[in-house]
């Protein structure tokens, strides 16, 4: 079975100041994965995701994420992290080749943005 | 863009009614999904929805829950009596052949 472990609770960055937001998957073969961003009694916003290619992919927003096979990671970045960026960041992880299949997401980061 | 929306944005109910949570994914996606989230856990997969049946459901999805699409565009959830755990946040998604899920904005439920 697929799992997602997202390894920091909270974190609290000043504004301006890089984030790395750390995301570890369990699965059998090369997976989908995906980072959302849950602002504060919102939905889930799609950020970026890797299906296939190059392991370092852009999203919206700034971001980017590094697919590592090796490490089963797939860590979010952003060099220079906005007071606006404050929010809940879900990794998850979908079955390749599964059209349709369930999203596992892990527990969240709660990103705290300090001015 | 087009987007996923969800009816009503928040529903408060008596322990044992039912209640019924409204989706419209977007227009031209196959698949559909409904996730729940607890407050302060994670997201939960609840079921899963192709070609007009369900193709997954979770441990969660027992007898209680029932899913529909009772036309070209709505995407319905039902709870039949609903429980004090059953609060939460409860998510729709869609996805077209691209494996990406888009979420809509939810639907909060308050069982008193």
Redesign the interface.
């Known amino acids: 079975a697929q799992s997602v472990t997202q390894p920091d609770i909270h974190i609290t960055v000043s504004e301006g100041a890089s984030l790395e937001l750390r995301c570890n998957y369990s699965y059998g073969a090369t997976p989908y994965l995906f980072w959302y961003v849950q602002s504060p009694g919102q939905g889930l916003q799609l950020l970026l995701k890797y299906f296939s290619g190059d392991t370092l992919v852009q999203g919206i927003k700034g971001f980017e994420a590094e697919f590592k096979r090796s490490q089963s990671s797939f860590n979010l970045r952003k060099p220079s992290v906005h007071w606006s960026d404050a929010a809940e960041y879900f990794c998850a992880v979908g079955a390749r080749g599964s059209s349709g299949d369930k999203l596992t997401f892990g527990t969240g980061t709660r990103l705290a943005v300090r001015p | 863009e087009p987007e996923v929306t969800q009816t009503p944005s928040h529903q408060v109910t008596q322990m044992g009614q039912e209640v019924i949570l409204r989706c419209v994914p977007i227009s031209n996606h196959?698949?559909f999904?409904w996730?729940r989230q607890i407050l302060g856990?994670?997201?939960?997969?609840l079921v899963?929805f192709?070609n007009n049946e369900i193709?997954?459901k979770?441990e969660i999805f027992d007898d209680q829950f029932s899913v529909e699409r009772p036309d070209g565009s709505n995407f319905t959830l039902k709870i039949r009596s609903t429980k004090l755990e059953d609060s939460a946040m409860y998510?729709c998604?869609s996805?077209g052949?691209?494996?990406?899920?888009?979420?809509?904005?939810?639907t909060r439920l308050l069982v008193l």
């Open positions: 196959l698949y999904y996730y856990q994670k997201v939960e997969f899963s192709y193709s997954e979770s998510f998604a996805g052949q691209e494996e990406t899920q888009y979420f809509g904005p939810g």
